[in-house]
């Protein structure tokens, strides 16, 4: 499990990728929404997502040649463990904002 989350959050950038997922669990992004919408540089997100996909909280759906989309894979038991635990410190979290 620690080397699980020593990969989850590795970075702030993934950090906050991931968090972003979590947020909306059901939602499918490409890369430029996701860089669009966390503030972070198009660089940046293609270099942590796909350790996110390797490790199975992200699921990767390619349309066409060129076209990914990923989405929070909710059904992998490391995903569902990540939703509990950001459901509940989630109250935590807007406190400090």
């Given at each position: 499990?620690?080397?699980?989350?020593?990969?989850?959050?590795?970075?702030?950038?993934?950090?906050?990728?991931?968090?972003?997922?979590?947020?909306?669990?059901?939602?499918?992004?490409?890369?430029?929404?996701?860089?669009?919408?966390?503030?972070?540089?198009?660089?940046?997100?293609?270099?942590?997502?796909?350790?996110?996909?390797?490790?199975g909280l992200i699921k990767e759906?390619?349309?066409?040649?060129?076209?990914?989309?990923?989405?929070?894979?909710?059904?992998?038991?490391?995903?569902?463990?990540?939703?509990?635990?950001?459901?509940?410190?989630?109250?935590?979290?807007?406190?400090?904002?």
């Open positions: 499990m620690r080397r699980l989350l020593e990969k989850i959050f590795n970075s702030k950038a993934q950090t906050r990728v991931v968090q972003h997922f979590l947020d909306r669990p059901k939602e499918f992004f490409n890369l430029s929404r996701i860089a669009k919408e966390t503030g972070l540089a198009h660089s940046t997100i293609h270099r942590v997502v796909q350790p996110l996909v390797d490790m759906i390619k349309v066409g040649r060129q076209i990914r989309l990923f989405i929070l894979e909710s059904e992998d038991p490391k995903s569902k463990i990540l939703m509990e635990f950001y459901d509940q410190i989630r109250p935590y979290l807007e406190e400090m904002v």
